[in-house]
C-alpha cells in the first residue's frame, strides 16, 4: 500500500513564507503612516504587481482598507486580534482592576509591562487625568537601561543573565540622567532588587521621571512590572517618591491574586 504524503513541497513552503513575511512587513509600513501602492512598492524589493496582490488579499481579510485617497492602512481585523492577544494575557486581565484603581487614586499615567523574547513591551496602559499625556502606548517598548518597569524586570534575573544583557545594550545618552555603561545598570540593578522598586530619575526623556515596582507570580518570580508616570513640571521627584506606597500596595495585591504569598502576610 503506498504511503500518502500530504507535506507541502520544501519550494512551494519557500514561496509561502516569503509572501508571509512580505505582507508582515507591509503591515509594518502601514503601521508607521498610511501609504498608496506606490509609495508601498517603491519600497519593496518586489514588482509592484506582488505588493498589489498581497494589498487585496490583505484587504479582503480585512487587514488592510483603503481611504478616499486610495491610500492603505491598517483594517479591523488587526485591531480583532490585538483585542483577543490582551485579552489572553492572564496577568494583564488580573492586574486591571487594581491599577484602574491606582490611576484614579493618584490621577497619574500609570503602565504595566512585561518581558516579550528579549523585549520589555508595555501591555496595558491608564491615562493621565490631566491635561499633560504620556506619547507611550501599548506595544510600544520600554529602554531596557533606562526605563523603571525595565529595571524591575532585570532586577530579577540571575546575575549571569543580567551582565549578559548590560554588555549587550547600546548606552544612548539621551538626558543628563541615562545610564551610560554596563556598570553603573548592573550597580542600579542591584540597587531596585535591594529596595524592591525601581525609578527612571529623567533618564529616557528629561521632561518625565517614573517609579515602577515588581509583580510576582505565585513562585515569586517577577513577572511584570507596574510603574507610575509625571511630568517633571507637575511633581517633584520628592513628590513622584510619596507615590510609591500607592504603587507598592496595587502591584502586591496583584501579586497575591496571582498566587504570590508575601513574608509579610505568611508570618502574619
Known amino acids: 500500500m503506498l ?49 498589489m496582490r498581497l494589498l487585496h488579499a490583505m484587504e479582503e481579510k480585512r487587514f ?59 501591555i496595558d496602559k491608564f491615562e493621565s487625568h490631566h491635561p499633560v499625556r504620556m506619547y507611550s502606548r501599548i506595544g510600544l517598548t520600554a529602554s531596557l ?14 546575575r549571569s543573565r543580567q551582565e549578559k544583557i548590560a554588555a549587550g545594550l547600546d548606552y544612548v545618552k539621551v538626558t543628563e540622567n541615562t545610564l551610560t555603561s554596563p556598570e553603573a545598570l548592573l550597580a542600579e540593578l542591584e540597587q531596585v532588587k535591594e529596595q524592591g522598586w525601581a525609578h527612571d530619575n529623567a533618564e529616557h526623556e528629561a521632561f518625565v521621571h517614573c517609579i515602577a515596582a515588581p509583580i510576582r507570580d505565585a513562585s515569586g518570580a517577577v513577572v511584570a512590572a507596574a510603574s507610575c508616570s509625571v511630568p517633571v513640571v507637575m ?34
Open 3 to 51: 504511503k500518502t504524503d500530504n507535506s507541502t513541497p520544501e519550494p512551494e513552503r519557500d514561496t509561502v513564507s516569503q509572501s508571509l513575511m512580505r505582507a508582515i512587513d507591509l503591515l509594518g509600513e502601514l503601521a508607521a503612516k498610511p501609504a498608496t501602492l506606490d509609495e508601498l512598492a517603491s519600497k519593496a524589493a518586489v514588482h509592484k504587481t506582488t505588493v
Open 64 to 122: 488592510v482598507v483603503r481611504d478616499e485617497d486610495q491610500r492603505f492602512m491598517l483594517g479591523s481585523k488587526l485591531f480583532e486580534l490585538s483585542s483577543l492577544a490582551l485579552e489572553q494575557r492572564d496577568i494583564r486581565k488580573v492586574a486591571h482592576p487594581h491599577l484602574a484603581e491606582l490611576n484614579g487614586r493618584t490621577g497619574h499615567t500609570v503602565h504595566l509591562a512585561a518581558f516579550e523574547g528579549n523585549e520589555v513591551v508595555y
Open 145 to 158: 537601561h533606562s526605563a523603571a518597569v525595565a529595571k524591575v524586570l532585570l532586577s530579577d534575573m540571575p
Open 235 to 268: 511633581l517633584s521627584y520628592e513628590g513622584l517618591l510619596e507615590l510609591l506606597p500607592h504603587l507598592k500596595a496595587s502591584t502586591e495585591a496583584i501579586s497575591n491574586d496571582l498566587g504570590w504569598i508575601s513574608h509579610e502576610r505568611n508570618s502574619a
